[in-house]
Structures are given as C-alpha cells and as structure tokens.
C-alpha cells in the first residue's frame, strides 16, 4: 500500500538517551516533513526537507537533527532526549503544489 | 503568526445536523488545508483550497476561503457518526504548513 511508514510506533527513553525515528515514503515525493503533536497544541514542524539533499528547520527545531537519507527515507533524531521531547511525532510527505500531504501513523514517544 | 487557529475548540451535534468549524490565520498563504484525526492517529488530508479560489466542494465538505478576512470555514452537511474527529486547517507558504490546535467534532447517533 502507498503512504509513508513511520518506525518505531511507541518508543521509551530515559532522559540523555538518543534514538532515531524512521520515515519512508514511498509516493516518489519530492518533500517530506517532521512534526511534533502536543496536547491542544496542534502540529508543529520541526524540520523539512524539500528536495533530496536539502533539509530546513521548522518552528521547533531545537534538540533535533534531521536527514535526508535519500528521496524516500527522512529521519529524525535526538541526541540527548528531555522530557520535553515527550511527544507524538508524524511524518509526512508531499509534491508541492499537487494536493495535500500524506501522514505517517505516528511514534509516540515518553521520555522518562 | 502563519499559523491557523479554528474555532470552536469543541463541537457537538446531532447525527444528521450540519457542522461548521472555522479557521483564521494572520499572513499570507499559498493554500489553505483541512484535514481530519482520528483518534489515535495519523492526519488524513481532507481538502485543498488555493488562495485565488473561494470556495470548493468534496462530497459532504464545503470549504470557503476569504484571503481579505484571513479566515476559512469548513462545513460538513448531514453529519454521521463516523465524521467524529479532530479537524485541522493548515496553511500553506512556501512549503511551511503550520497547523492550528483543532476543533473537536463529536456527532451523536
């Protein structure tokens, strides 16, 4: 099935641990994007990239790097996860001008 | 700032009975996006209105946009029990989407 697969799905991390969170996309889109979802808070973008080979940040980019892997994978990682980081993250893919974007299913991740 | 900001915060209504959410945001867009959660999950794009269109129709969805007002409204007709959900807009500029916090759909059977 087409879409973008997001893994792991839950994730526990003590604080000061790292881990990265995968995102493949497989619509041979050009961009792709990482966001954050708190409660009441909506979605915030974290990072994007537009093209392979080009990776911007969002509105809350502090704590986290990104890469561009190739056109289909974009990951996200923390070097040294905070509770603040406590979060549900979506990934998400698009063709610019061409419609809307296509989420992943979500990684809800703890940190303790 | 960019980012869209619907109201209300919750809406319930009847089975049947129409729902209208509404969204304003503060700059300039390309587009303007709906889309819809489902609990626990992921956001499935909804509609897509571009800032020189005024209004488009998707099945039940009408969305209207008025780029002088800054504000958009999506209308659900003939609401079902399966439309229970959290509807976002989003707008879009230069390939920064920012999301709103959400309206809180709960239709009763």
């Known amino acids: 099935n087409a879409g973008v697969t997001q893994t792991p799905k839950f994730q526990v991390l003590k604080t000061g641990q790292s881990m990265t969170l995968q995102c493949a996309q497989d619509m041979n889109h050009n961009s792709m994007y990482w966001y954050r979802q708190d409660p009441g808070m909506g979605l915030r973008l974290i990072y994007y990239s537009a093209s392979e080979g080009t990776t911007d940040k969002g509105e809350v980019p502090n704590g986290y790097n990104v890469s561009r892997l190739n056109k289909r994978e974009f990951s996200l990682r923390l070097e040294s996860a905070a509770p603040s980081q406590t979060s549900v993250y979506f990934c998400?893919?698009?063709?610019?001008?061409?419609?809307?974007?296509?989420f992943g299913s979500g990684t809800r991740l703890t940190v303790v | 700032s960019q980012q869209g900001e619907e109201d209300p915060q919750a809406l319930s209504i009847q089975e049947g009975e129409n729902a209208t959410m509404n969204c304003s945001y503060k700059t300039s867009i390309n587009n303007l996006q709906w889309y819809r959660q489902n609990s626990g999950r992921g956001l499935v794009h909804l509609i897509l209105?571009?800032?020189?269109?005024r209004e488009k129709h998707s099945g039940r969805l009408r969305v209207t946009l008025d780029t002088s007002k800054k504000s958009s409204s999506l209308l659900i007709t003939a609401s079902r029990a399966a439309d229970t959900a959290s509807y976002f807009c989003?707008?879009?500029?230069?390939?920064?989407?920012?999301f709103g916090a959400g309206t809180r759909l709960t239709v009763k059977p």
């Open positions: 209105i571009r800032s020189n269109e």
């Open positions: 989003a707008t879009d500029l230069n390939n920064d989407m920012r």
């Open positions: 998400a893919s698009s063709e610019q001008g061409q419609g809307g974007y296509t």
